[in-house]
Structure formats: C-alpha cells, structure tokens
C-alpha cells in the first residue's frame, strides 16, 4: 500500500488541476499521490500523460498480451503503482484478470499459452541492462504476430519501462486500485512476499 514518496505530493491547484483530479476521480476512483509529485513539474506530467494517451490508441497488438507485457516489465522492474494500475485496468477493460494476476509469476504458472509465454519474456528481456532479446524470440514473435505488432509492442515495453522507472525512483508505491474492485492479490513468485 501507499508509503511515503521521496518527494511529497503538492497541491493540486487551477482549472487544469481540477480538470486532472476529476479525470483521475472517474478512471481510478481517487485521485493517486503519483499525480500530486508529477505536479511539481507540469511539463513532464503533461508529456507523460500525452504520451500514455497516444499509446493507448496503437492497434496493432492484442491488448492482452499489452497489457501483460505492462506487468511483466513492472513485476521486474519493482513498480508496485504500475502492477496494481495494470491489473486494475485488466478488470476495467474486461481483459483477463486470472491471467493478469498471473503475471508476477508467469514462469511457475501454467494458465499462459506459448504466446503469452513469448510476449512475457520478451518483455522481460527488453527490460534488462543491457537488453537480451534474442534473434530466436523476435523471429517467433513476428511469424506469431507480424512485424507491426512487434514494433508495436516493442516500444509499448520501452514506454512502460519510461513510466515504471520514474514512478520506482520517485517512490510512487501501490495504491490498492485493484483491492478497491474486490480483485484478489497479486500472485507471487514462490518464496516471494507480496509487495503490491
């Protein structure tokens, strides 16, 4: 759940402001501290929220496997905010929730098709320093799902990784959005406590 960020939350003020918190109240429910610490520099929370938006209207690769690329790279990363964001956006999009919960433990789980499979450790491979894609998985990847799909799914990652990285750094931690739609916790990895 919440902890403190590094750099507190300010207030958020003006029309603009109202309009975001509004915005914010009618997505997730509330308005998250994440938005209060990106407010202390309007630009870059302006161009993060562009960006996002734009993303969101690529089409060329299934929102699911998006969606569980998104998590992959958040699970791996460490971002708490993003995990509970993604798996809320799973239910509120009516993607598939059992798997998306799946998804910190995608390797030990058997619910993922070899494709998911693929588009997971694809992920995970993009995220590492440096990258360890493999010609193998990018060649399964477009046979499977195109050239488009994987160009788009390719900086889907890297954006996710953007977003993930900023909120780690900042210490913008979970908020409990999936708790708050009666969603069961996350699955871990064996060995591994939950965290978000």
Sequence with gaps: MTGDTRIPPAEITGLYGAVL?????????????GLGVLWHHRQVLKFNFGLGRRAGKWNECDKDLKSYAHMAVAS???????????YFQAHNEGLDVTKAREVPRWRESDVFTPL????????????????T??????????????APAVV????????TNQFARVNVALGIEAEGLAASCGLAPLAQPSGTAAHA
Excluded: H, N
Excluded at 21 to 33: C, E, H, Q, T, W
């Design 21 to 33: 918190k509004r915005f914010s109240r009618k997505m997730l429910g509330r308005v998250p501290d």
């Design 76 to 86: 791996l990363i460490g971002c708490s905010f993003c995990l509970d964001l993604g």
């Design 116 to 131: 998911e499979r693929d588009v997971l450790e694809y992920a995970e491979a993009m995220s590492q320093t440096p990258p």
């Design 133 to 146: 894609v493999t010609d193998e998985l990018s060649a399964r990847l477009v046979t499977q799902l195109g």
């Design 152 to 159: 788009e799914l390719t900086a889907w990652v890297a954006l």
